[in-house]
């Protein structure tokens, strides 16, 4: 179906446009910016990043001079075009789009790239000119971009930009107009060779060797906060003391402090500042009243006689925090705490990115307050919530997308950890957001070109990096080399990873064999029961969900081979479970589950299967008849998932295999072991005795009753 585009703009060859005018019009500018600082038209790079609505959004720029210098103008034109006139509605109102009326800055990097690559394209074909441009060019070109190897979402952003320069050519003079592109007639994947790659998110998770000690070091961190605020706090209050000139009174006792430093530690007191050792002026004038160039006169005499300068210059607060009972750090030096304080803000920020499930880009623009008083659900058992704005989906009231996101109508359900890191995040920040771009421990940058006033993704990323360096080294400066924090196989750890790997881990151990195992329980249920940190099909709920299905389908082809091989299953649900490794094997061996093949998978109630290791027995969860969800709740149409943690061995839903059994007689010989080592108490022998016979009982009674897939 031929799509036919108004014919308004301009008729002839006359560009409105001058070198000097601003990139953007006024009308396309956020409220409050200043049009002086704007791109001109005729820069070579465009810093178009005021144009987005987030505070935490990415610089962006485009270098003119990066396309062929025959095609460059036409290309600025059309981009004058992209930024300032909504997108047609004849490529808005179609099936299947994502377009909208006036694309985010990120979209419009994703249209300059994708034309970059078509110009660098039409000058290798000797196409100087848009308007030399035709059907069979374009039919080349999409042959082109079909036999590049990229993958097929690569190839479509690209086509897509093709389509939108063609879409913008009415408001484009005649000699930068080029014809609907053939794909537009008979669709895009008439061109492109058949996807075979799943669909699926290829975001990896951070691999679980990394992530543990990456949280445990996050933790220990928050756990130090006091000392480091207390550090910052006592080193502003030394700065507030610095006069502007110097004070005769303190040159005595300055001129003794020095000379006695000098003879105990054989150097000057020093610290690093941006990246240079030197005198801490600074941390001397205030502690004795004076300025800081009555500091380095007096050092002079020493610099003279070649006294070097040191890293020491501890500040009057005490330390409190200890790692392993030992004291994390007998001093915090004057030049430490705006590197300590920014070490905190980052741990509390991988706490709150990892353990809630928040989508970055709406955890960076966290407010102060956004975790009030916890709520006490009538259970016993307290309840923090974390209000903020959504992005994704968002929309006004009268349909039309919202940039700048929404509040969310339901807040996400969180555990005491986040809350604790928000906490911390608020006393040291002084403004209304928790992750500013200019905290107060860091040096104000005044030249800023992004306007944003919350840090980017980016920022975010470079500071886990050095948060990581900086952990390795301390480690092994402290003799805890086992503790460092390795690199992970697919990457650096970057925030976009946490929300798959929380996902990952939920679903792949929901028994808890890493840190903070109940929190995790308790994330499934709040992501399962209150939509947790997602909406609808797209959120974390839906990650969460893939990864559920894929480790009870690993799970049930493992039992499945176990039974191949003669492995027997005892328990109520033995019938159960073998029926289902069975329908499993022939329905999903050796496939790599797809989201439609895992929603499929959780769909049916047979394959709902737990492995709990820890107590020895599978769950084949039917809600019915499960002991440890009494209340029967459900969740739309399928059933909580089991609490894991509070299995009853009385329930029906219960199977073990010989596998179990075998880990069960490995636990009684290591009890076995403490009862006669001879250091066991009397009254804990008698426990561990009572938990041997009824271990014991377990084994005897699989052995008495179990079956093999082979029997009846």
């Known amino acids: ?31 409050g910016t200043d049009p002086d600082r704007l791109s001109r038209f005729g820069d070579q790079r465009w810093n178009y990043t005021v144009l987005g609505r987030r505070r935490s959004e990415t610089s962006q720029t485009v270098n003119w001079n990066s396309f062929p210098e025959t095609l460059r103008e036409p290309f600025r034109r059309a981009g004058w075009t992209l930024v300032n006139r909504p997108t047609p509605a004849a490529l808005l109102n179609r099936a299947a789009t994502a377009r909208v009326e006036w694309p985010a800055p990120g979209t419009m990097a994703q249209v300059f790239l994708g034309w970059r690559r078509f110009a660098i394209w039409l000058t290798d074909q000797q196409v100087t000119s848009l308007h030399r441009v035709d059907r069979d060019v374009l039919a080349d070109y999409v042959a082109h971009v079909a036999r590049r190897g990229c993958s097929n979402a690569v190839a479509q952003d690209d086509l897509n930009a093709v389509t939108l320069l063609w879409g913008f050519a009415p408001h484009l003079p005649a000699s930068d107009r080029i014809p609907m592109p053939p794909w537009e007639n008979e669709g895009v994947k008439h061109y492109l060779p058949t996807d075979t ?24 961190v928050l756990d130090l906060a006091d000392d480091i605020i207390t550090a910052w706090r006592e080193r502003q209050r030394i700065l507030a003391r610095v006069r502007e000139r110097a004070n005769p009174d303190a040159t005595v006792a300055l001129r003794d402090f020095l000379d006695a430093w000098v003879c105990e530690h054989g150097e000057l007191p020093g610290g690093i ?36 300068v040191g890293l020491h210059a501890p500040l009057p607060s005490p330390v409190h925090g200890t790692i392993h ?14 590197l300590l304080m920014t070490r905190l803000a980052t741990a509390a920020m991988i706490v709150i990115f990892y353990l809630s499930g928040v989508r970055p880009g709406e955890a960076l623009e966290l407010e102060v307050g956004c975790c009030p008083d916890p709520i006490d659900d009538g259970t016993g058992s307290v309840r923090y ?38 906490r911390v995040l608020e006393q040291i920040v002084d403004g209304p957001m928790l992750f500013p771009t200019n905290p107060p421990w860091l040096a104000k940058n005044c030249d800023r070109r992004r306007p944003g006033d919350v840090m980017s993704t980016m920022a975010a990323n470079a500071r886990i990096r050095s948060f990581i360096d900086w952990v390795n080294d301390y480690a092994a400066g402290n003799d805890l080399d086992n503790e460092r924090i390795p690199d992970d196989p697919d990457g650096s750890v970057v925030v976009m990873r ?10 792949r151990l929901p028994g808890g064999r890493i840190a903070l195992a109940l929190q995790y329980g308790h994330l499934r249920t709040s992501i399962v029961g209150e939509g947790y940190s997602g909406r609808a099909r797209q959120g974390l709920r839906r990650i969460l969900d893939v990864e559920t299905a894929r480790a009870m389908a690993d799970y049930l082809d493992t039992v499945a081979d176990e039974l191949h091989h003669g492995q027997g299953v005892s328990g109520p649900a033995a019938g159960r479970m073998i029926q289902a490794a069975r329908d499993a094997r022939s329905r999903f061996e050796g496939k790599f589950l797809t989201p439609r093949q895992a929603e499929a998978l959780l769909d049916e109630p047979e394959f709902h299967v737990y492995d709990n290791p820890d107590t020895f027995l599978t769950c084949n969860h039917d809600p019915a008849k499960a002991l440890c969800h009494p209340q029967r709740i459900r969740w739309n149409t399928r059933a909580l998932p089991p609490a894991i943690e509070r299995c009853d061995p009385a329930c029906a839903n219960i199977a073990r295999t010989d596998t179990h059994i075998e880990r069960l007689r490995h636990e009684i010989t290591e009890l076995a072991e403490q009862i006669s080592s001879g250091l066991t108490p009397v009254p804990l022998t008698e426990r561990l005795k009572q938990r041997i016979a009824a271990l014991q009982r377990i084994a005897d009674r699989h052995e008495a009753t179990k079956t093999t897939s082979q029997e009846p």
């Open 1 to 31: 179906m031929t799509t036919i585009l108004a014919s308004s703009g301009p008729a002839d060859e006359t560009w409105p446009i001058r070198p000097e005018d601003p990139f953007a019009t006024t009308d396309r500018l956020p409220e």
């Open 197 to 220: 790659t799943p669909n699926e998110n290829t975001t990896p998770a951070i691999h679980p060797a990394v992530m543990s000690p990456l949280l445990i070091w996050s933790l220990r």
């Open 273 to 308: 500042a941006r990246g240079r050792r030197g005198i801490p002026a600074g941390y001397l004038a205030g502690l004795f009243d004076t300025s800081e160039a009555h500091v380095k006169y007096e050092a002079t005499r020493h610099r003279e006689n070649n006294v070097p």
């Open 325 to 338: 009972g030992r004291q994390w750090k007998p001093h915090i030096h004057f030049h430490e705490p705006p």
């Open 385 to 422: 919530q974390l209000h903020g704005l959504f992005f994704k989906g968002a929309r006004h009231p009268d349909g039309t997308p919202s940039r700048g996101g929404i509040p969310r109508e339901v807040p996400w359900t969180v555990v005491p950890p986040v809350a604790a890191a928000v």
């Open 498 to 507: 946490f929300r798959r790997t929380v996902a990952w881990h939920i679903g």
